[in-house]
């Protein structure tokens, strides 16, 4: 079974988690800086300080140049 979401990512995440009951979520960081993350915002970010679970973000190493 599948279920499509619509809208806004970060509060649709957030829908999920709820919806599934989750513990636990990962998810991945694209590296964007300062600058676009104020213009354009941070689902990572949004999703960190509202799901209802424990959240982790894993940065890519090669957007974040390590």
Not at 1 to 27: F, H, N, P, T
């Amino acid at each position: 079974m599948a279920k499509i979401y619509w809208g806004d990512a970060g509060e649709r995440l957030c829908e999920v988690v709820g919806d599934l009951k989750l513990d636990y979520l990962v998810m991945g960081s694209r590296g964007l800086g300062t600058i676009q993350r104020v213009l354009i915002g941070s689902v990572s970010y949004y999703v960190m300080v509202n799901a209802t679970c424990l959240v982790t973000i894993v940065k890519d190493p090669i957007a974040h140049g390590f």
